[in-house]
């Protein structure tokens, strides 16, 4: 079961990855999406689709259909699964996952 600071260090990761999953791109520094992709995946155990996320938020000529909600998506799912408990503001899915 995750620590509360654990719980905490995830809901903030996933808070930045959200502010992305709207226009599924990033403008300017990669820094802050970088840091929160390592700390859930540390915890979601899932590369493909923290790579996926990655590569869809920072491909310029990414094709319209390649969103960054899938792979959010997945990480929720993975995360719940071990023990977490995601901030309903964090979670697209409140309840229903």
Known sequence: MP???????????????????????????????????????TYARDTDCVTEFWQNATNPHRKVHETCIGPYTILLIRLKRAGFQIDPDNDLYTGTI
């Open 3 to 41: 620590s509360a600071h654990e719980n905490k260090t995830v809901n903030l990761a996933l808070q930045v990855l959200l502010s992305v999953v709207p226009t599924s791109s990033i403008e300017g520094s990669t820094r802050e999406l970088r840091l929160a992709l390592r700390v859930v995946r």
